[in-house]
T-cell receptor, first 112, second 113 residues
Framework: QQQVKQSPQSLIVQKGGISIINCAYE??????FPWYQQFPGKGPALLIA?????SEKKEGRFTISFNKSAKQFSLHIMDSQPGDSATYFC???????????FGKGTKLSVIP | ETGVTQSPTHLIKTRGQQVTLRCSSQ?????VSWYQQALGQGPQFIFQ???????GRGNFPPRFSGLQFPNYSSELNVNALELDDSALYLC????????????FGSGTRLTVV
């Protein structure tokens, strides 16, 4: 049973545009929601994370929006650049749990 | 400050063989977690080690086992390799137990033929 559903599977955005990736979760006990960025041949790197008591968090060009009632959260990349081309994963974890549960990933391509 | 290093970077094994993958955690991190990432999928939690003891385990069979050493480095051992074990194996270290504050290594790409 997949506990974190991510969409779209792939995304093509023009340079300077806004990239939006969505995730939905099932377990209301999740209390930590990070986004990871992965380049080919590399491990995932933490981009930004949010807790459910906050509706939005912004770090530079990256913003997480969180909707607790809908059990959804999204990553917005403003002013997308070719260097942002990578695979993005949302994830979630429970307090006291040992693991992160990842979505299946979104491959973002930013074209000039 | 060094990051998480994994070795080898690539490996080809035959079905039925055994393999050992290695991970050196980031300086100061005492917790190591292992994840399996199949092609086109998100990472799946295998297990976590804290102070040389298994701290939690995902839905993987017992032929997946691990060790953590006093210097917090870790090994992942897989016995009786199957074709479906072909994946990128990621090691992540952290300062605390649980699923937060991970620093991932670049992984070991295992191919089982």
């Amino acid at each position: 049973q997949q506990q974190v559903k991510q969409s779209p599977q792939s995304l093509i955005v023009q340079k300077g545009g806004i990239s939006i990736i969505n995730c939905a979760y099932e377990n209301t006990a999740f209390d930590y929601f990070p986004w990871y960025q992965q380049f080919p041949g590399k491990g995932p790197a933490l981009l930004i994370a949010i807790r459910p008591d906050v509706s939005e968090k912004k770090e530079g060009r990256f913003t997480i929006s969180f909707n607790k009632s809908a059990k959804q959260f999204s990553l917005h990349i403003m002013d997308s650049q070719p260097g942002d081309s990578a695979t993005y994963f949302c994830a979630a974890s429970l307090a006291g749990s040992y693991q992160l549960t990842f979505g299946k990933g979104t491959k973002l391509s930013v074209i000039p | 400050e060094t990051g998480v290093t994994q070795s080898p970077t690539h490996l080809i094994k035959t079905r039925g063989q055994q393999v050992t993958l290695r991970c050196s955690s980031q300086s100061g991190h005492n917790t190591v977690s292992w994840y399996q990432q199949a092609l086109g999928q998100g990472p799946q939690f295998i297990f976590q080690y804290y102070r040389e003891e298994e701290n939690g385990r995902g839905n993987f069979p017992p032929r997946f086992s691990g060790l953590q050493f006093p210097n917090y480095s870790s090994e992942l051992n897989v016995n009786a390799l199957e074709l479906d074990d072909s994946a990128l194996y990621l090691c992540a270290s952290s300062l605390v137990r649980g699923g937060r504050g991970y620093t991932f290594g670049s992984g070991t790409r295992l191919t089982v033929v």
